[in-house]
């Protein structure tokens, strides 16, 4: 049993759970501070529920219709469903169970929340056929993740705000900016194979400039949304920390050398992404209590 779970964990690479979870975590507390919900813990269950089987849908989906792509490509023919580890009907299972365990977790917090569950599968299964014919799918993927704060928020206020707006805006922004490192590699496989990236449309060194202006973007929509939430100097230092993370990501990465790219894109913006949320998360609390 542990094995089989160790082989779907690995499908759905359970470990980068850490670029959407403290992102969703932010989401909620915003909506906390908002409305004080009184079924506080049991809401924040129900939301992690929602991200992460609507991470694994999206996870399998990806896996599951890339597996030719995967096995043509050196950096992924070992996945599980390349290599079979995994067979693809398994694979399929996976995916519908994980969506009707999204869908119950969302018709168990409000009837909104279900019908916004739909789209969202939408965005998120969608984004693994746009880098068939788009260079901008690394925004998508970006938009997938997205979701994560702007759901949480949803689910516990029923609302929208302009602070979970501009925190959005930044996961988009970032994502889509590390999302276009982390193609680096598969430059030439993706011209060969007629598939759609940044790198593979412009090159690597455009690629990197366009990465670079990408998150620069990123400290204006920061400082926005620190005039739109209800934080403090915690969420002063949680941004810096974050910016500085940001360009430390770009120093470790070169147009002759991306021997680092591992460490730049899962090590960095983990962390990056764990800081920013704790610093922000008690800072929202803290300024809520007084």
Not at 66 to 78: L, M, P, V
Not at 193 to 220: D, E, M, N, T
Not at 225 to 243: C, N
Not at 264 to 275: E, P, R
């Amino acid at each position: 049993m542990i094995r089989y779970i160790k082989r779907y964990a690995s499908l759905v690479v359970f470990a980068h759970t850490i670029f959407a979870l403290p992102f969703a975590l932010i989401g909620f507390a915003l909506a906390y501070v908002a409305v004080q919900p009184q079924s506080g813990w049991l809401l924040l269950f129900q939301v992690l529920g929602c991200m992460v089987t609507a991470r694994n849908s999206a996870m399998s989906f990806n896996r599951y219709v890339d597996r030719f792509i995967d096995a043509q490509n050196e950096r992924t023919k070992n996945r599980e469903l390349p290599s079979g580890v995994l067979s693809p009907w398994s694979v399929i299972i996976f995916f519908a169970v994980n969506v009707l365990l999204f869908l119950l977790c969302a018709w168990s917090i409000n009837r909104l929340c279900l019908y916004l569950a739909f789209p969202a599968l939408i965005v998120l299964c969608g984004y693994s056929y746009t880098k068939r014919f788009t260079w901008l799918s690394h925004f998508v993927l970006g938009l997938s993740l997205s979701i994560a704060p702007a759901g949480a928020y949803m689910a516990t206020t029923g609302m929208f705000s302009l602070s979970v707006l501009w925190l959005s805006l930044m996961v988009i922004l970032w994502v889509g900016g590390f999302d276009i490192l982390y193609s680096l590699p598969d430059e030439v496989h993706d011209r060969s194979h007629k598939l759609y990236s940044i790198p593979q449309r412009f090159g690597r060194k455009k690629a990197l400039i366009i990465s670079g202006g990408i998150h620069a973007l990123v400290v204006p929509v920061l400082f926005l949304f620190g005039l739109s939430a209800p934080v403090g100097w915690g969420y002063v230092l949680a941004a810096l920390i974050f910016m500085g993370l940001l360009i430390y990501q770009h120093t470790l990465i070169g147009v002759d050398d991306i021997s680092k790219l591992n460490r730049a894109f899962f090590t960095v913006n983990g962390l990056a992404s764990i800081l920013f949320a704790v610093l922000t998360v008690a800072d929202l609390l803290f300024v809520f209590s007084f």
